[in-house]
């Protein structure tokens, strides 16, 4: 049986992508995958996408990593272009936007947000809501269905089964958001995915989904953010602080 670690939405937040990659070795997980949103919101995004580079067999492209890369269009954005400098922007810019293989005979896809859309996709509110005709669109692909979909960017990791179809989240290693009203006693957990079975095979055999959630040390990274120049930082921080998504 192979494993794969699957992360998403790392947002320059290195001290968390630290702490991730140690569990994930600490495993002895050979694998891992990434499904984007390598910068923005975080102290650090230069050096996160070294180390992404460096430990991340597969990265494909998010939303974050598709504005800093190509267009930025707000302050925050382009302090992280600065920081990044020309040569990872070039390599946001030409991540792909999915990837698909086999494991114990099922297709698997890999996005980030939503099919042929990196911006927009359903919301923790909505799943809890059982909107089934929202989570069918996640299945509206050109060409052949997945049998599971994984994908990342609302930071809310969970698994539901649609008719014959699995669609995981992933959650977010950086900003977990999947608090809906504010509480003070609240910490922040890293979460991401451990995917088994046989990896590249189209026989059917066992495969398991699992969503580990770990702590981190979130407060480092609210020093290191209230101790950068990173414009609007203060949202992040209260991101932070408060598990709950702040709308840009």
């Known amino acids: 049986m192979d494993k794969i670690a699957i992360i998403s939405d790392v947002h320059g937040n290195l001290v968390s992508l630290k702490t991730v990659i140690n569990d994930i070795k600490s495993q002895n997980i050979k694998h ?86 990196l911006f927009n996709s359903i ?25 599971v979909l994984i994908f990342g960017h609302i930071h809310s990791p969970f698994f539901y089964r649609l008719k014959d179809k699995t669609l995981v989240n992933s959650g977010s290693i950086a900003n977990g958001c999947d608090i809906l009203e504010k509480n003070n006693s609240v910490n922040q957990f890293a979460s991401y995915m451990i995917l088994e079975g046989e990896y590249g ?6 495969i398991s989904y699992e969503i580990v959630k770990i702590p981190y040390d979130f407060k480092k990274e609210i020093e290191n953010l209230r101790n950068s120049d990173m414009p609007n930082k203060e949202m992040a921080i209260d991101e932070l602080e408060t598990g709950i998504y702040i709308k840009r």
Request: overall charge negative.
């Open 123 to 147: 919301k923790y509110y909505d799943i809890t809501k059982n909107i089934n005709d929202e989570l069918e669109d996640m299945f509206k692909f050109e060409g052949e269905i997945p049998d």
């Open 32 to 117: 891992i995958f990434c499904l984007g949103d390598l910068v923005a919101k975080g102290s650090q995004p230069r050096e996160s996408i070294e180390l992404i580079k460096k430990e991340c067999e597969v990265v494909i492209k998010g939303n974050c990593d598709e504005i800093v890369g190509s267009h930025c269009n707000t302050i925050e954005h382009v302090w992280n272009r600065e920081k990044i400098g020309d040569e990872n922007a070039k390599y946001l810019s030409n991540l792909p936007v999915a990837y698909d293989f086999y494991m114990s005979g099922l297709k698997i896809k890999l996005i980030h947000a939503s099919p042929n859309d």
């Open 201 to 206: 095979s189209k026989e059917v055999s066992s």
